[in-house]
């Protein structure tokens, strides 16, 4: 389990970090989401030791990461800019990684060049960036982490090699118990792999939750009220919008509950709905007023 617990990072007075808490459950996959800014890739390097935080504690099965040399050789990170030396290739980081992780595995490294199929002796700076983002992970993968940290991963690749990717992520999950924890922008993707995931805004939390009690917690309905009318003033909304007699409105509860809450208002038609998670953080951060707005020039 990851667990961190009154988190405080500062730059220059400005806290990145300010008092954040959140907890990853052993072998799952958790998705850490929010805006530019909100502190993910701050709260990442404090995780895996390149930061100190100034107050709190990042702990990993109770065990602090700050140099924690033991720990650190079972966690693995894949960055956004991931690091290679210049003149490298993937053999030569290959020898790199082995002096870092103990449990590196050759005969999965082998394996794995069937699935990455990169001239191994070729330098990595005359590779694309998919290409060196392949790289990181078919180095990380042979590492044989139980603790996996990902910033923006699959950015850079294309469709079927991010499925490949995720596929060989998620069997680790599933045979070794392997932590996973994700940040990523892609929200779609994050929802056919995370079991949970946690919402950062401005260096808070603002909830973390399963993904399944996080989308059974708000609703889209589209509802039709008798002759047509408005959306009653007593009803909480979040959001509320409407094409013809059609409003669509979401509203923090179940789908399951959504019939029985309207129930007073007689409707015409109920149909509920449970939100994408894109559209869940959406409304998490304030609803229509953090959507696209239009500019009038």
């Known amino acids: 389990m990851i ?15 300010d008092g954040v808490s959140l907890s990853v459950p052993a072998g799952s996959v958790y998705g850490l989401v929010g805006p530019n800014g909100a502190g993910k890739s701050t709260l990442i390097r404090c995780l895996t030791g390149i930061y100190r935080p100034d107050e709190g504690e990042l702990t990993f099965d109770g065990q602090a990461v700050w140099e924690n040399e033991a720990l650190k050789s079972r966690v693995a990170a894949i960055a956004d800019d991931w690091y290679y ?12 990684y082995q002096g870092f992780y103990p449990g590196f595995s050759m005969e999965r490294y082998e394996k794995l060049k069937e699935v990455f199929e990169i001239d191994e002796k070729r330098p990595l700076r005359r590779l694309s960036k998919g290409m060196q983002k392949q790289a990181a992970f078919w180095l990380t993968l042979s590492a044989m982490p139980d603790y996996l940290v990902l910033d923006e991963p699959v950015d850079g690749l294309d469709p079927v090699m991010r499925r490949q990717v995720w596929s060989l992520v998620l069997g680790d999950v599933s045979q070794r118990g392997t932590t996973v924890l994700v940040s990523s922008h892609n929200l779609r993707e994050l929802e056919d792999v995370c079991d949970h995931v946690g919402i950062l805004d401005h260096g808070k939390v603002l909830l973390e939750r399963s993904l399944a009690q996080l989308q059974d917690n708000m609703v889209k309905l589209q509802v039709v009220f008798k002759d047509g009318g408005d959306v009653p003033e007593d009803l909480e909304v979040l959001h509320a919008s409407h094409v013809g007699r059609i409003h669509t409105l979401i509203m923090r509860m179940s789908a399951a509950e959504a019939p029985n809450r309207l129930a007073v208002y007689e409707p015409m038609l109920v149909d509920a ?25």
Do not use: H, W
């Open 85 to 96: 030396f210049p003149q490298a290739s993937i053999r030569d980081m290959c020898k790199f």
């Open 273 to 297: 709905v449970p939100l994408t998670l894109e559209e869940i953080f959406i409304y998490e951060l304030g609803g229509a007023d953090y959507a696209v707005k239009d500019i009038v020039l």
């Open 3 to 17: 667990q961190v617990a009154n988190t405080v990072k500062r730059f220059d007075g400005f806290a990145a970090l």
